[in-house]
């Protein structure tokens, strides 16, 4: 029989971060054509939350442009240039000014000809900490009758690479929408010690009824860490109408919080000592058969974590 080499890796261990037990803000925010309108909307939601006491706050998928293909390259943004992006600007002002750090959701970013589905990471003092780039784009196969058609990848590039951020509140991997329902992504983030992953997102009515809140259960229980979801709210004008129900599960798949599809600022308690509980009970990373199974990634040895 013929052997395939491959690098097996151990997991990394979980660090203990600065703050072990705090509140999530997650930002339901309603989006409209007027991206002036999106950005000064983002920032009160932003407020609210860090008013009621989060000091780590989730925005949804492209909350600051229609989920629309046509219109991301108008409301596209460069990373690389924070003072002449009004959206990324906002995120920085305002991190800086609460003291908060904010996974931003998502943008259309325009660099170098390219336009990407991407997460901007601002960290308490308003620096740019990370950015993910959506890695699964969200082409639909047939339609089933009465769905909404979508094809992202008609003017958005993939992203090619995982990410996981260091912050005060645990190490934390990203994921935009689709990217949940690849459970090697989550796997990847869980085996080089992820406390939380989050994801953005803007699931759609038939997609999020039936799929929504099972894809984020399960990430979390396969992995034993936080899962958080943020959504577009509901626009019963648009053509793509949202799902909603933004949600944060903890590591044995029980909701911590949830809403409907309103605009809203959800607050959610988080505790990561739920996570050391939940692996000891249930000790499935030294129960796990590497004699008979491996799941390789690719890309760790590179990203040294
Ligand atoms: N934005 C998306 O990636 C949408 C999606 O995944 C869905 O099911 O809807």
Same mark, same amino acid.
């Given at each position: ?10 997991? &990394?261990?979980?660090? #203990? ?11 339901? %925010? *309603? ?6 309108? /999106?950005?000064?909307?983002? $920032? ?5 939350? &860090?008013?009621?006491? &989060? ?8 909350? /600051? ?5 046509? %219109?991301?390259?108008?409301? @596209? ?11 990324? %600007? ?29 997460? =901007?990471?601002?960290? =308490?003092? !308003? ?7 959506? *890695? ?8 089933? =009758? ?23 509140? !645990? ?9 949940? $329902?690849?459970?090697?992504? @989550?796997?990847?983030?869980?085996? $080089?010690?992820?406390? %939380?992953?989050?994801?953005? !997102? ?6 999020? @009824? ?6 984020? $259960? ?9 899962? @958080? ?12 109408? #949202? ?7 903890? =590591?044995?798949?029980? *909701? ?50």
């Amino acid at each position: 029989m013929a052997t395939v080499a491959v690098q097996s890796f151990v997991s &990394a261990p979980l660090q #203990i971060p600065n703050v072990t037990q705090f509140k999530i803000g997650i930002c339901q %925010l *309603i989006v409209t054509t007027e991206k002036s309108a /999106n950005i000064f909307n983002a $920032r009160s939601l932003i407020q609210t939350a &860090a008013e009621q006491g &989060a000091t780590l706050i989730l925005l949804p998928e492209m909350w /600051n442009c229609p989920y629309s293909t046509d %219109l991301f390259a108008k409301f @596209a943004e460069e990373f690389s240039d924070i003072d002449s992006a009004p959206s990324l %600007l906002m995120l920085s002002e305002v991190a800086s000014s609460l003291g908060v750090t904010i996974i931003g959701g998502s943008i259309p970013e325009k660099d170098a000809g390219q336009l990407y589905n991407s997460c =901007p990471v601002f960290g =308490p003092n !308003g620096e740019l900490k990370a950015k993910h780039r959506k *890695i699964h784009l969200f082409d639909m196969g047939k339609p089933l =009758p009465g769905e909404v058609q979508f094809k992202e990848s008609v003017n958005i590039s993939a992203g090619e690479k995982p990410t996981v951020v260091d912050t005060d509140f !645990g190490r934390i991997g990203i994921g935009i929408c689709h990217d949940i $329902r690849f459970p090697e992504l @989550a796997m990847s983030y869980s085996a $080089r010690g992820a406390h %939380l992953i989050c994801y953005p !997102g803007a699931f759609n009515m038939s997609t999020g @009824a039936t799929l929504w809140e099972l894809e984020q $259960r399960t990430r979390a229980v396969d992995n034993q860490l936080y899962v @958080a979801s943020c959504s577009l709210s509901r626009d019963s004008a648009s053509s793509y109408m #949202i799902w909603g129900h933004s949600t944060v599960v903890g =590591p044995m798949g029980k *909701i911590i919080a949830t809403t409907g599809h309103e605009e809203a600022a959800l607050i959610a308690e988080i505790d990561y000592a739920a996570i050391q509980w939940t692996r000891e009970s249930l000790p499935l990373e030294s129960q796990k058969r590497n004699d008979i199974y491996q799941f390789v990634d690719l890309l760790r040895e590179s990203l040294n974590s």
